[in-house]
């Protein structure tokens, strides 16, 4: 299936590894060029030789922060400098600390605000006028299942990844008569670096080995297996896609059955 995003160009934040790192390379595999952003510029300038050698893509690299709006300012700056647009913008992050309320200061509720909400807004606002311009775009929030069904010890998580869905939900109705889409894609449990840590914060709350943790997700999911970073990113490349034109506003899970839900 030809997704018809060969030759767009793609932001994608927090991409130098995990769930950002396999959409860049979904991204790039279908031929659109990337710009890719995170805090560390070691990892990050490997990952971005590894999928301009493995793809034949142009691939920028910005070392930014995007919760800070001097970070955004810079890859948004870097990004139309070196190609004039931006196509398809995928906002990603680090996860916030783990812990119950009481566990959480002041400065870890803000600190978690600008990581997960104020970076997702400040990208928006930043390539949003262009794709209105071109009629053109797609803006795609990587989420969380925790949206939907909250994840016990998971507060800071569970409350601004709910706010970013209500900033995308109403977004996505002013947007969409210029043919820009924005939706969210809500991963479940994915072999990361972020879920592993995950199972060593709860293992260690509840006396248990980090082994032991994974067991009991892997018992939660109808599917009996985590996922991976590339099943996830097929997703992100479709509603990135020419294809998905018509879907906009949806928060979609990839999560091997774990919501119960049945909407």
Do not use: H
Not at 28 to 55: D, F, W
Not at 93 to 102: L, V
Not at 237 to 242: G, K, M, P
């Amino acid at each position: 299936m030809d997704l018809g995003i060969r030759g767009k160009i793609a932001l994608v934040s927090a991409s130098s590894r995990g769930l950002g790192r396999a959409i860049a390379e979904e991204l790039a595999a279908e031929g659109a060029n990337l710009v890719v952003c995170a805090r560390g510029e070691e990892a990050l300038s490997k990952t971005a030789g590894e999928i301009r050698k493995g793809s034949g893509v142009e691939v920028v690299d910005v070392a930014a922060d995007v919760s800070d709006p001097a970070g955004i300012d810079r890859v948004a700056s870097v990004a139309f400098k070196k190609f004039g647009r931006v196509d398809i913008l995928v906002t990603n992050s680090g996860g916030p600390p783990s812990g119950p309320f009481e566990s959480l200061s002041v400065e870890m509720w803000d600190a978690a605000v600008k990581l997960l909400l104020t970076s997702a807004v400040g990208l928006a606002r930043a390539v949003l006028p262009g794709m209105k311009e071109r009629r053109w775009g797609r803006i795609l929030n990587v989420t969380s299942i925790a949206v939907k069904q909250p994840i016990d010890g998971l507060m800071l998580s569970n409350s601004l990844r709910a706010a970013v869905t209500g900033f995308a939900r109403t977004l996505a109705n002013e947007v969409a008569p210029f043919n820009v889409t924005v939706n969210n894609l809500m991963p479940g449990y994915t072999r990361t670096d972020r879920v592993e840590e995950l199972a060593r914060a709860a293992a260690e709350r509840s006396g248990a080995t980090a082994k032991d943790t994974f067991a009991k997700w892997e018992k939660e999911i109808p599917m009996g297996r985590l996922g991976e970073p590339r099943e996830f990113a097929a997703l992100a490349a479709f509603l990135a896609s020419e294809r998905a034109s018509y879907i906009t506003g949806s928060s979609i899970a990839v999560d091997g059955g774990w919501i119960r839900s049945i909407l």
